[in-house]
């Protein structure tokens, strides 16, 4: 990802309070990213909303199809440039 865009797409977060941003002592161009306590908090809120859409997607596409989906996803992210 392009240090431009992370830094766009980390904003709202860092805004709404939910990570925090801190550079690197030892090396400045390297850039950590923590979860806030409110960020935890959210995560573990968003968690069951997770499951339950993980849940229906395999309902409505079935065992099968869902392990195809997941397979094809794994090959296209492992053929991406790092």
């Known amino acids: 990802m392009h240090p431009s865009t992370l830094t ?3 904003k709202p977060l860092i805004k709404q309070g939910l ?3 801190r550079n690197d ?3 400045r161009r390297i850039r950590k ?3 806030t306590q409110k960020g935890e908090g959210k995560l573990r809120d968003a968690i069951p909303a997770w499951r339950r859409a993980q849940r229906q997607a395999q309902d409505v596409l079935g065992n099968e199809l869902m392990l195809s989906l997941n397979e094809l996803l794994d090959l ?3 053929k991406l440039p790092r």
Do not use: S, T
């Open 25 to 27: 002592p030892v090396d």
């Open 8 to 10: 766009r797409d980390l």
């Open 19 to 21: 990570i925090q941003d």
């Open 33 to 35: 990213i923590f979860l």
């Open 76 to 78: 296209a992210c492992a």
